[in-house]
């Protein structure tokens, strides 16, 4: 019999799931999984009112999980013992995003593996583990060239009055917002890190403008400065990325790699490509 297995790649908004069965793959869809903000029995519930009836009677025998907030081993505790509780008999593993990342995008080679999405990290990896990573210090000390990092610049250059009249115009015809309303977001509502990261979009849709370019270029090259810079390995082998910001802004990424003297490696908006490849 054919072994059926069930790959997830769990951000804190959504989950998305891949069934691989027979040669064949289905996706679905569940609510994100953060053990930060969901116990036990929460993702149990979760599991068993979003995931379980869309598998309807197939028997899983291995799942690979891939979930923010998963480098830490308590919430892997909670979230393995979760998955367990809904799939009884299934080998279970349970990692973070980034040996997500990593997987999808080097395989069983090695190479330096970044996420640049709401968040940013990277590491080297040497086909098989992690052996270096660069400290995240999340989106108030860090996350250089994340979309919250990117969109943090809009947000400021908007408010200091830096735009000229052109963006300015573009700017409130595109969110219709005020200062008070910005700061309240950032200041006092829940996941200021996905409000600043839905700024960075403003960047995508207004490309070629100087102050534009000058935003993304300098955000995506404190990214290597602050951590790609860091790994010896970084000269001598190709740099990976995935996530929507990195597959957004490609030719800036090949530019900077360009004038660092890095190979670009593999750009991908989403790992569950790759992650089905290194599983299957």
């Known amino acids: 019999m054919p072994v059926v297995k069930l790959i997830a790649d769990s951000g804190a908004t959504k989950a998305e799931w891949c069934l691989l069965q027979n040669g064949k793959k289905k996706t679905l869809f569940t609510q994100g999984i953060s053990p930060y903000f969901l116990n036990t029995d929460q993702i149990t519930g979760l599991l068993l009112k979003e995931l379980q009836p ?50 999808a995008l080097c395989g069983r080679s090695k190479g330096i593996a970044c996420i640049l999405g709401t968040g940013s990290n990277s590491c080297y990896y040497d086909g ?22 990117l969109g943090k610049k809009v947000i400021q250059y908007y408010l200091y009055g830096t735009f ?35 700024f960075a979009k403003f960047l995508a849709e207004n490309r070629r403008h100087y102050m534009i370019e000058n935003i993304i270029e300098d955000g995506l090259n404190d990214f290597f400065f602050n951590h790609l810079c860091k790994y010896r390995e970084t000269w001598t082998m190709p740099v990976h990325f995935a996530g929507s910001v990195a597959f957004g802004f490609k030719d800036v990424l090949q530019q900077l790699c360009n004038s660092y003297e890095f190979e670009l490696g593999r750009v991908m908006k989403n790992p569950m490509e790759g992650l089905i490849e290194y599983h299957s």
């Open 54 to 103: 869309k598998l309807k009677n197939i028997t899983v025998d291995e799942i690979y999980y891939y979930g923010t907030g998963c480098a830490n081993p308590v919430n892997v505790k909670s979230v393995k013992k979760a998955i367990g509780n809904v799939f009884k008999k299934t080998k279970i593993e349970v990692t973070h995003d980034l040996m997500g990342a990593a997987r």
């Open 128 to 149: 098989k583990k992690i052996v270096k990573n660069s400290p995240g210090l999340g989106y108030v000390l860090g996350d250089e060239g994340s979309g919250a990092y």
């Open 164 to 198: 000229d009249d052109e963006l300015r115009g573009r700017f409130d015809l595109t969110y219709t917002t005020n200062k008070a309303e910005i700061l309240e977001n950032v200041y006092k509502k829940p996941l200021p890190n996905r409000y600043l990261a839905g």
